[in-house]
């Protein structure tokens, strides 16, 4: 008997990934909530709850450098959550840089 292995490609277009708002909102805010603060439809089932970047206290206590690398090596890189993908294989660093700086919107 032959394995069958099924690879699955998840297909962005480049107009949703435009710009930081967009990478958001198409990559980010299911988790993480369409104004930033954790609580996104996925966050329900996740253990460590998603950051809140609404919340000042993370920003005093994370800086562009660390939440960079959260977003391209994924949370275990940063000692955080596992549940926290990597997205340096889907995003530049210019994407990555927009989205940081999207994040910083949030931030009360």
Not at 28 to 45: N, R
Not at 51 to 73: G, L, M, R
Request: net charge neutral; glycine share 10%; proline share 6%.
């Amino acid at each position: 008997m032959r394995k069958l292995a099924l690879a699955f490609v998840l297909f962005v277009s480049p107009a949703a990934l435009a710009d930081g708002a967009g990478t958001y909102a198409t990559m980010c805010a299911s988790c993480h909530g369409a104004a930033g603060a954790g609580d996104g439809p996925a966050a329900v089932a996740l253990n460590p709850k998603p950051a809140n970047f609404a919340d000042a206290a993370f920003w005093t206590s994370h800086d562009d450098a660390q939440v960079k690398k959260a977003i391209k090596e994924g949370g275990p890189a940063v000692g955080k959550s596992p549940l926290m993908a990597p997205f340096g294989a889907a995003l530049s660093d210019a994407q990555i840089d927009e989205l940081v700086a999207h994040l910083k919107t949030f931030k009360k």
